[in-house]
């Protein structure tokens, strides 16, 4: 087995995506199946604290803040020490392009909720609430440019461990859903978190980087066929 190996980037979750043979119940865009080979970047909060939490393993890998059940202002402290000063998307690159990949997946926003980006929806983002203060999507999309690679977004749709108005039905009512800050799972409002924050997120992502490959929706939940039909955001 190969191993890419990015050093120097802060605490970091590479996963190389190889898509041969894929199938996929809608048509892909041409490129993205002519691409096959492509690096998926799983990078956030939850990244620095490397597995350990309160002093001892945790379970669920990233989405350690459900299986820990931790309270969304214990977990956005982790913030205060998220400073990837290694950070280099030249080389994140060159390396996928090296190897022959042809595009970059990278997590704008998992179901913690934080934002990898400088979002004007919510200050819950590398950007305005970690000492690094940088966007790193910025130099990403630079990066993919110089080194003909697509730039695609992981979203993370029907999760949002921050917001309060987002239920979740797996694999039981409430199964993924933050129950211990917001209880009352009755009264969330799906279509207020859609509209105030998904949409306008996913607005930015589609405008403020120039080209986008793909945006990788995860987990649509209760997420309607009509929501995720809708074109206009």
């Given at each position: 087995m190969h191993k890419l190996i990015l050093r120097n980037a802060g605490p970091l979750l590479v996963v190389l995506l190889a898509l041969v043979g894929l199938n996929l119940q809608a048509q892909p865009a041409p490129w993205f199946t002519d691409g096959k080979f492509g690096l998926f970047l799983h990078w956030g909060l939850y990244s620095q604290t490397a597995g350990d939490w309160d002093g001892h393993p945790t379970k669920g890998g990233e989405h350690f803040m459900l299986y820990e059940r931790i309270p969304v202002k214990t977990y956005a402290k982790i913030a205060n020490q998220f400073n990837p000063t290694g950070?280099?998307?030249d080389r994140w690159a060159q390396m996928a392009h090296d190897a022959g990949m042809k595009y970059l997946v990278i997590t704008a926003k998992h179901h913690d909720g934080f934002a990898m980006y400088n979002s004007a929806v919510s200050d819950y983002n590398i950007v305005k609430r970690t000492p690094w203060a940088k966007d790193p999507m910025k130099e990403l999309a630079a990066a993919c440019k110089k080194y003909g690679l697509k730039l695609c977004f992981y979203y993370s749709l029907g999760r949002d461990w921050e917001?309060?108005?987002?239920p979740t039905n797996w694999p039981v009512k409430a199964g993924r859903s933050n129950t211990w800050d917001?209880?009352?799972?009755d009264a969330k409002d799906l279509n207020k978190y859609v509209e105030n924050k998904v949409k306008?997120?996913?607005r930015e992502l589609l405008t403020q980087y120039g080209p986008?490959?793909?945006i990788w929706f995860d987990t649509p939940e209760l997420i309607?066929?009509?929501q995720s039909q809708e074109s206009k955001i």
């Amino acid at each position: 087995m190969h191993k890419l190996i990015l050093r120097n980037a802060g605490p970091l979750l590479v996963v190389l995506l190889a898509l041969v043979g894929l199938n996929l119940q809608a048509q892909p865009a041409p490129w993205f199946t002519d691409g096959k080979f492509g690096l998926f970047l799983h990078w956030g909060l939850y990244s620095q604290t490397a597995g350990d939490w309160d002093g001892h393993p945790t379970k669920g890998g990233e989405h350690f803040m459900l299986y820990e059940r931790i309270p969304v202002k214990t977990y956005a402290k982790i913030a205060n020490q998220f400073n990837p000063t290694g950070f280099d998307a030249d080389r994140w690159a060159q390396m996928a392009h090296d190897a022959g990949m042809k595009y970059l997946v990278i997590t704008a926003k998992h179901h913690d909720g934080f934002a990898m980006y400088n979002s004007a929806v919510s200050d819950y983002n590398i950007v305005k609430r970690t000492p690094w203060a940088k966007d790193p999507m910025k130099e990403l999309a630079a990066a993919c440019k110089k080194y003909g690679l697509k730039l695609c977004f992981y979203y993370s749709l029907g999760r949002d461990w921050e917001n309060p108005d987002v239920p979740t039905n797996w694999p039981v009512k409430a199964g993924r859903s933050n129950t211990w800050d917001y209880p009352d799972e009755d009264a969330k409002d799906l279509n207020k978190y859609v509209e105030n924050k998904v949409k306008p997120q996913l607005r930015e992502l589609l405008t403020q980087y120039g080209p986008i490959g793909i945006i990788w929706f995860d987990t649509p939940e209760l997420i309607t066929k009509k929501q995720s039909q809708e074109s206009k955001i």
